[in-house]
C-alpha cells in the first residue's frame, strides 16, 4: 500500500471536470513557489498553473478561464479544480516546485521534479 501524492485522474468526456489533488510533504517546506505541470506522450513538460511565494496565481492561455488553482495549506494540499476540458488537455498532470517563469512554457526536465508518480487525465471527445 502506497501513498499516491498526486490524485484525482481520470478519464472524462469533453466539456467535463476533473479535480485533482496533490499531497506531498514537500508542501510544508515550500516558501517559494508551488504548482503543476503536464506531460502527453511524446511532448515535453509544460507549467500549467502555479502559485508564487507572494501568493499570486498564474495559468497557461490554454487552461486560463477553465482551470482553478488554490491550495489547503491545514492540509498541506495543493488543488487544480480543471473545467470545460478538453481532448488536448489529456496527459500526466504532476505537481511540484513550479514557478511562473515555466507557466505555459516548456520546463526542461533538469530544472524541477515532480512531488509524485503523477495522475492521468484523458479526455474523450
Known amino acids: 500500500q502506497v501513498q499516491q501524492v498526486e490524485s484525482g485522474g481520470g478519464s472524462v468526456q469533453a466539456g467535463g471536470s476533473l479535480r485533482l489533488s496533490c499531497r506531498a510533504s514537500?508542501?510544508?517546506?515550500?516558501?517559494?513557489?508551488m504548482g503543476w505541470f503536464r506531460q502527453a506522450p511524446g511532448k515535453e513538460r509544460e507549467g500549467v498553473a502555479s502559485?508564487?511565494?507572494?501568493?499570486?496565481?498564474h495559468y497557461a492561455d490554454s487552461v486560463k478561464g477553465r482551470f482553478t488553482i488554490s491550495r489547503d495549506n491545514a492540509k498541506n494540499t495543493l488543488y487544480l479544480q480543471m473545467n470545460s476540458l478538453k481532448p488536448e488537455d489529456t496527459s500526466m498532470y504532476y505537481c511540484?516546485?513550479?514557478?511562473?517563469?515555466?507557466?505555459?512554457?516548456?520546463?526542461?526536465?533538469?530544472?524541477?521534479?515532480?512531488w509524485g508518480q503523477g495522475t492521468l487525465i484523458t479526455v474523450t471527445s
Open positions: 511540484g516546485g513550479v514557478c511562473s517563469d515555466y507557466i505555459g512554457n516548456t520546463i526542461p526536465s533538469n530544472v524541477l521534479d515532480a
Open positions: 514537500e508542501y510544508a517546506s515550500s516558501s517559494y513557489c
Open positions: 502559485i508564487d511565494s507572494d501568493g499570486i496565481f
